[in-house]
């Protein structure tokens, strides 16, 4: 099983970004699948969430409103649409799946498969 995310980069407070986050291997109906982010210094938090097969999504407070996370069956990607981004968002980020079904306790500790992050970096 491999998840790869990409789409990671420099932008100014304010910008937007896309993420993807493409899989193979298996498929993941049953799971949930989520982006996570690891700021310098922090630990891993949850950004959000989202359930393979219904598509009901969850968000972090800190994004709600400003983040978007999305997914194409047919594609096998997952999707992190991110706008009015803030200097605080600057992370490495990274996808992940876990067998939940409550994205409620979609946490780093339950992912099972992660892809490698990518980086994004907000200037001010």
């Known amino acids: 099983v491999q998840l790869q995310a990409s789409g990671g980069g420099l932008v100014p407070a304010g910008g937007s970004l896309r993420l993807s986050c493409k899989y193979s291997?298996?498929?993941?109906?049953?799971?949930?699948m989520g982006w996570f982010r690891q700021a310098p210094g922090k630990e891993r938090e949850f950004v959000a969430g989202?359930?393979?097969?219904?598509?009901?999504?969850e968000y972090a407070d800190s994004v709600k409103g400003r983040i978007t996370i999305t997914r194409d069956e047919a594609e096998n990607t997952m999707y992190l649409q991110m706008s009015s981004l803030k200097p605080d968002d600057t992370a490495v980020y990274s996808c992940?799946?876990?067998?939940?079904?409550?994205?409620?306790?979609?946490?780093?500790?339950?992912?099972?498969?992660w892809g490698r992050g990518t980086q994004v970096t907000v200037s001010s």
């Open positions: 992940g799946a876990a067998a939940v079904r409550s994205i409620a306790t979609l946490s780093p500790q339950r992912v099972k498969y």
């Open positions: 989202i359930r393979w097969v219904s598509g009901a999504a």
């Open positions: 291997g298996r498929t993941f109906s049953g799971y949930s």
